[in-house]
C-alpha cells in the first residue's frame, strides 16, 4: 500500500488510518463519512480523496494493515527450536492480546472479505493471502507436534483452519466486564486448542 508513497505521503496515511480506527471504535463504520475522518485528522478533504477515493478504500487499507500486522508479528515471535506447545502457547496468547487490542480492524476484517470477494476478488485475494500465511504456520507448529508425538488432531489436515476460526470467534463473545481477564482468557484457550482440539496430553 506504501510502497510508492513519500515518507510524507506515509505518515499522513498512517495518521489517517489512525485517526479512522479511533472514530470507527467509538462508533458504528458504517456511520463514520469521509468528511468526520478527514475533520477529525485535520487533512482537507479533497487530499484524503486523493489517498483514498472512497471510505471502502480506507477500510480496506486499515484492515490490511491489521492483518499483516498480525501476521508479521506472530511468525516473527515464533522460536522453531522451542517445543510445539510451547510454540503454539505463546502464539495463542499473542493472538488474543493483538484482536482483542486491534478489535475493530479485526471486525472490519470480516464484513469487508465478504464485500472484497464479490467487488475486488484482487483485494480479496491479497488480504487472504495474509491470512493463508498465517493458518500454514500454524499448520507448521501443529505438523511439528505431531512429528513429536505430541499433537494427535482428529482431522489433521484441517487442524491448522480450526485453530484460526476458535480464535477469531473470541470476539463473537468475549467482554472483560463479564469478569475473563485476557490472561485468564488465553488460558481458557491454550487449554481449549492444545489438550481438546489437538489432544495433547497433560504433562
Known amino acids: 500500500m506504501t510502497a510508492d508513497l513519500s515518507p510524507l505521503d506515509i505518515r499522513l496515511t498512517e495518521h489517517v488510518l489512525d485517526t479512522a480506527v479511533r472514530l470507527f471504535t467509538r462508533r458504528d463504520a458504517r456511520d463514520v463519512g469521509m468528511p468526520a475522518i478527514a475533520r477529525e485528522a485535520d487533512v482537507d478533504l479533497d487530499v484524503l480523496r486523493r489517498h483514498f477515493p472512497t471510505k471502502l478504500d480506507l477500510v480496506y487499507a486499515v484492515t490490511t494493515r491489521s492483518t499483516r ?12 527450536d522451542e517445543p510445539p506447545v510451547r510454540r503454539l502457547s505463546v502464539l495463542i496468547r499473542s493472538h ?100 481438546h482440539q489437538l489432544r495433547a496430553p497433560r504433562s
Not at 70 to 77: D, F, K, P, Y
Not at 165 to 178: K, V
Open 96 to 195: 488474543i492480546e493483538f484482536s482483542w487490542e486491534h478489535r475493530t480492524e479485526e471486525e472490519l476484517r470480516r464484513g469487508l472479505l465478504r464485500t472484497l470477494r464479490v467487488i475486488y476478488p484482487d483485494r480479496h485475494r491479497e488480504m487472504t493471502r495474509h491470512l493463508r500465511r498465517y493458518r500454514e504456520h500454524i499448520g507448521e507448529i501443529i505438523a511439528a507436534g505431531r512429528e513429536a508425538g505430541t499433537f494427535a488432531p482428529a482431522h489433521p489436515g484441517g487442524s491448522a483452519g480450526t485453530v484460526l476460526e476458535t480464535l477469531d470467534g473470541i470476539l463473537n463473545w468475549y467482554e472483560p466486564a463479564g469478569g475473563l481477564t485476557i490472561t485468564e482468557l488465553g488460558d481458557v484457550y491454550v487449554d481449549l486448542i492444545i489438550h
Open 69 to 80: 500486522a498480525l501476521v508479521t508479528r506472530q511468525i516473527a515471535a515464533d522460536r522453531p
